[in-house]
């Protein structure tokens, strides 16, 4: 009976399975939705060939939308409000989409293809995004996983971004990555420098893109960037300003304190910055220098498994721990806390920082997922 139960079920996936991919071919091969008018905000209108999704529709005209993943479907930065023409909702698109946002024609871009013309709204400030031709300057090692890549700016000469925004950078193929990808960087450099910008790149086992940057990018190369993008960025406010960061999210954080530094800005900062042992510490010189040029800072390097050789005298234990400590003994009714790193650290970090009457509406982070 069981036997007889199995082999249906499986028959039945069998089928399903090969309907959806004659779908899927018939749909490559047969499908032509030719020439298509996107509406943009009442105002203008693009032809784009249709049969791709709707971001890289945009995209072939030069205009961005945000998007960390790459167009994968997972971080839902590519938003959008599609008036009329998306068709209906799909299910890679419900789960990342609130229930005011379904009801005020808010789409995921990567995942609505083009099939007819459409009306869509994208705010004002994203026509800043563009896409920078760039030059390799400098490819350097930072601790054994995290390396700064540096491009300078090629065409357009210059970038103009807030510090703690981030940029797309696409990929170009190698071995047998055959398509380029493109994925989301912080930006390291300060805002004020506007000739290149620094990255800080951690290597993902099997990462398409940190392995490319890794293993086979080289000094000299031409790379493009999309950018800048974001809204993780230095607010007004009169409270200190508590920084946590684990590996590569010391990138936006270094932009941002550069960026207090040249301001003048007299708050008070203190910056947790999370690592497994001394191995992963780094930019400790550069940190020591902002030191100087920032009276009120305080960097609070926290080691989770300090090795024997480290002889280590500074905190220990997982970054929430000497945070939660910090807040309990100042006054944080006005402080702002900007966090960037692993998803992980930062539900975290946010438990403490709400259990200890922080809320949500002072705290500003990136996740790098
Ligand atoms: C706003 C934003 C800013 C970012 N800034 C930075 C930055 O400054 N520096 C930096 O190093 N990264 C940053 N990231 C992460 C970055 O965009 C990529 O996700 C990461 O570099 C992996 O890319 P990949 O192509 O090598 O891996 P992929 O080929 O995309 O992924 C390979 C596998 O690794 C998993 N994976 C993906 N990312 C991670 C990760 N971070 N840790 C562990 N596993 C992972 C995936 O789920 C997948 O299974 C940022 C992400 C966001 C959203
Ligand atoms: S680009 Fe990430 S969900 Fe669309």
């Keep these: 009976m069981l036997l007889k139960i199995l082999i249906t079920t499986g028959a039945m996936v069998g089928i399903s399975g090969l309907l959806a991919l004659l779908l899927l071919i018939a749909e490559h091969f047969l499908a032509n939705y030719g020439e298509c008018t996107l509406s943009i905000n009442n105002e203008k209108q693009v032809h784009v060939q249709g049969g791709t999704s709707l971001l890289a529709a945009l995209n072939s005209q030069k205009i961005f939308l945000p998007s960390a993943c790459g167009g994968r479907g997972t971080c839902a930065y590519c938003k959008c409000k599609i008036l009329a023409g998306a068709g209906p909702l799909l299910p890679t698109e419900e789960p990342l989409l609130t229930p005011d946002e379904i009801r005020d024609s808010f789409r995921l871009s990567c995942q609505v293809k083009v099939k007819q013309d459409m009306q869509i709204a994208i705010p004002e400030e994203l026509f800043n995004i563009r896409e920078f031709k760039t030059e390799v300057s400098l490819i350097k090692d930072l601790t054994y996983d995290i390396k700064l890549l540096r491009l300078n700016l090629i065409e357009p000469e210059e970038i103009t971004f807030k510090a703690g925004q981030y940029i797309q950078l696409i990929t170009k193929p190698y071995n047998g990555v055959k398509e380029s990808v493109s994925r989301a960087y912080s930006i390291a450099s300060p805002s004020y420098e506007k000739k290149y910008i620094d990255l800080m790149i951690r290597l993902v086992p099997e990462g398409i893109c940190t392995t490319w940057v890794h293993q086979h990018l080289r000094e000299k190369e031409i790379v493009n960037i999309v950018g800048p993008m974001g809204d993780f960025y230095l607010r007004e406010g009169a409270g200190e300003i508590i920084m946590v960061a684990g590996a590569s999210g010391m990138a936006p954080i270094i932009s941002l304190l550069e960026e ?110």
Aim: one cysteine or more; hydrophobic letters at 35%; glycine letters at 6%.
């Design 260 to 369: 207090i530094a040249a301001r003048k800005i007299e708050r008070n900062v203190t910056y947790f910055f999370g690592a497994v042992a001394k191995r992963d510490l780094f930019f400790t010189e550069e940190i020591a220098a902002l030191k100087k040029r920032l009276p009120n800072f305080q960097y609070i390097p926290t080691l989770s498994q300090s090795q024997p050789g480290d002889a280590w005298e500074g905190e220990t234990g997982l970054i929430t721990q000497p945070l939660e400590r910090y807040i309990k003994n100042h006054d944080t009714s006005q402080s702002q806390v900007y966090m960037c790193g692993s998803p992980g650290m930062i539900n975290a970090c946010i438990a403490v920082l709400n259990k200890n009457s922080i809320q949500n509406e002072r705290i500003y982070y990136d996740p790098f997922a």
